[in-house]
């Protein structure tokens, strides 16, 4: 259906979310933070991909 057109960001996002449930560092939560504009565009994507697919 094509409702993700950047897997390797997806792939950075889940393995962030992953790096970040088990972690306690600081630095890396920053780091992970600076990348969350990227990530909110790539699912804010994928909602309307869906929403259209349902109209």
């Known amino acids: 259906m094509g409702w ?15 790096r970040l449930s088990h972690t306690y560092d600081s ?3 920053i ?10 565009k790539a699912i804010d994507a994928l909602y309307l991909c869906i ?3 349902d109209d």
């Open 27 to 29: 630095d890396l939560a």
């Open 4 to 18: 993700i057109t950047n897997e390797v960001l997806w792939l950075q996002m889940l393995q962030a979310r992953n």
């Open 51 to 53: 929403k259209t697919a």
């Open 31 to 40: 780091t992970i933070y600076s990348d969350l504009p990227l990530y909110c």
